[in-house]
Nanobody, 128 residues
Framework: EVQLVESGGGSVQAGGSLRLSCSAS????????MGWFRQAPGKGLEWVSV????????IYADFAKGRFTISRHNAKNTVYLQMNNLKPEDTAVYYC?????????????????????WGQGTQVTVSA
């Protein structure tokens, strides 16, 4: 069973940047796609981005396009989320998750049920 630990959250002003990291242990990290989700106060989990096992094919939610960049370093068992030009509406707890299917994601990449391991989350707070 894989364990995921997020880090890198914090408080920034609007327009600032943060880089989230998610370290994995306990399984062969490089064989699964990895995703990021977020949960704003009082709202449900929202898909942010996914990256395939090889790190070559990222996909982003519309709100993340042009501002967020997902990447991974398989030798370090780590996936990253670089967030630039942050807005107050980006305030949320951010979670990384392991896609349950091996290798690349399919059309269900934004569905919570297709991820079988989750981290504990890291808080991101953006002030106006």
């Amino acid at each position: 069973e894989v364990q995921l630990v997020e880090s890198g959250g914090g408080s920034v002003q609007a327009g600032g940047s943060l880089r989230l990291s998610c370290s994995a242990s306990g399984s062969i990290f490089s064989i699964n796609a990895m995703g990021w989700f977020r949960q704003a106060p009082g709202k449900g989990l929202e898909w942010v981005s996914v990256i395939n096992s090889g790190g070559s094919t990222p996909i982003y939610a519309d709100f993340a396009k042009g501002r967020f960049t997902i990447s991974r370093h398989n030798a370090k068992n780590t996936v990253y989320l670089q967030m630039n030009n942050l807005k107050p509406e980006d305030t949320a707890v951010y979670y990384c998750a392991k896609y349950a299917k091996v290798r690349d994601y399919s059309s269900d990449y934004a569905s919570l049920s297709t991820y079988d391991s989750w981290g504990q989350g890291t808080q991101v707070t953006v002030s106006a």
